[in-house]
């Protein structure tokens, strides 16, 4: 079994940074594709970016392009989300999730992932 802790999330003011960290523990997820998802209030969950194993592709929504960029330390078994330039519309709840099944190709949809953490809020005013 796989347990995922998020951490790094807060309150900060529009075009300022944040670092998220994912933290994997019960087994390794090296070999796993890993993603980050997040959900605005009375919005659906909508994938953010993701990582193959081995850190060489990298996946990212449109309206993260640019200013977010997503890495992995697979010694440490932790997965990162550096925010820049944030916005009032990232404000969210962010989750990262990994499983067996997802490959990069089907990173962004949440049904291929099998565990995820239970989240960390993000809020950013303007």
């Known amino acids: 079994q796989v347990r995922l802790v998020e951490s790094g999330g807060g309150l900060v003011q529009a075009g300022t940074s944040l670092r998220l960290s994912c933290a994997a523990s019960?087994?390794?997820?090296?070999?796993?594709?890993m993603g980050w998802f997040r959900q605005a209030p009375g919005k659906e969950r909508e994938s953010v970016a993701a990582i193959t194993s081995n850190g060489g592709t990298t996946h990212y929504s449109d309206s993260v392009k640019g200013r977010f960029t997503v890495s992995r330390d697979n010694v440490r078994d932790t997965m990162y989300l550096q925010m820049n330039s944030l916005k009032p519309e990232d404000t969210a709840i962010y989750s990262c999730?990994?499983?067996?099944?997802?490959?990069?190709?089907?990173?962004?949809?949440?049904?291929?992932?099998?565990?995820w953490g239970q989240g960390t809020q993000v809020t950013v005013a303007s």
């Open positions: 019960g087994r390794s997820v090296s070999t796993y594709v």
């Open positions: 999730a990994t499983g067996p099944d997802v490959s990069i190709y089907t990173s962004s949809f949440a049904r291929t992932y099998r565990y």
